[in-house]
């Protein structure tokens, strides 16, 4: 059965690539005589194995009792991922990039760099240059692995498909994991030894973290830990003005890059959104933009709102009761609904949608208000994605603004009455 999940690595050999990534890394699970592990999966090409789940060796719980006799487990039976675990001394080597168990005692000289804590190993290739993909792949996978295997930051982030921006956008977050130095699998030219290793990562869906699976860890959780790193001792960081007459500050994320789904009429939407009560400020995210600045932007502010895509995601830095606006395009309500709509309740978030009207859409000028494309998305697509695209890649949105008026009008309702409570607590 093909998986998808953000948690799967490139591995050729054992271990379940993520569908997403697109290069390979041969990462090969490997007994030390260099003898296959009975059932192994071998790769055939990204996020696919070459044997069915029947193939597969049965499930080993994480949390199993420390005699398990098997030198390679998996915990096989989840449909978004596979976790892999070597359950005793492993051996990294750079040059076949392959882990293999190396029995109760290997040889010290085989040991360029011997580690006294088990690795993780996992990728920050594919999709990680979105950032949905930043948190939804890796950054909540992690806390979600870390969490559930009770590892208490006494594990070393070994990572392949490096992405030196990423690592470096994300320092201070990852330090929450590890206190140990990040390992870059790419560039090694000697050795490694580790008491074990876990290669792969969990996840439980679209910025969704189970607390029976992570000792009652929540997304409110994950959102206290951001809030620890990008806000110092917790403190409140205000960036609107505290004066008497002040307005309430709306963030408008703006997509600018030409792959669809920008506000056409901005400067009437921006005149409209000033007319209406709000100071407003103009985001544009950059993939290398320093995230405790975005970060202390969002937070500081009363609401925030965005055309559906990626941005999104930064409503995990809003405070809990802020407004989170979403303008939702013509065919994808399911994916609003699915992928920020819930984590944003979840997140004690006044969600507020404004769906677009046909006529809003620049595709009514394409292929006419009365297509099929327009009336009847679900119909249109039918269950194929590469159809689905049109809405993603090709649609821009131009807001009728006599409608706009009246939802900014009730998102400012709620976002002043947010802001008085928030002086009245201070």
Known sequence: MLKRGVSKTAIVFLVAMVLFFASHVNLSLLSRSNVSVASSISKTRPGAVSKTREERPARSPPHSPPEIKRAITCD???????????????????????FFTAGPTPPKSSCGIT???PAIVFSTGGYTGNFYHQFNDVLLPL???VNSLSLNRDVILTVTNWSEWWVQKYADLLHHFTKHPILNMDNQTRTHCFPSAIIGLM???????????????????????????????????????KSKNARPQLVLVNRKNGVGREILNLKEALRAIEEVGFKAIVFEPKRNGAVGDTYRLLHGSHAMLAVHGAAMTHLLFLRVGMVLGEIVPIGTDWLAKTFYEKP?????????????????????EKYGADDLLLSNPPAFVNGNWTKAKVYMKTQNVKIDMVRFRKYLKEVFVKAKRFMDKGRLAV
Not at 87 to 95: H, K, Q
Not at 344 to 364: C, D, P, Q, T
């Open 115 to 117: 580690h006294s804590s």
């Open 203 to 241: 996840t439980h869906g679209p910025l969704v973290v189970d607390p029976t699976q992570t000792q009652q860890k929540t997304l409110l959780s994950f959102h206290a830990l951001l809030e620890k790193t990008y806000i110092p001792r917790g403190k409140y960081v205000s960036t609107f003005d």
């Open 76 to 98: 096989c039976s989840h449909k978004n991922y596979d976790l892999w675990f070597i359950n005793g001394p492993t051996l990294f080597d750079p040059i076949t990039s392959t």
């Open 143 to 145: 806390y979600i692995t």
């Open 344 to 364: 944003a309740r979840v997140l004690g978030l006044e969600y507020m949608k404004y769906k677009i009207g046909v006529n809003e859409s620049s595709l009514a």
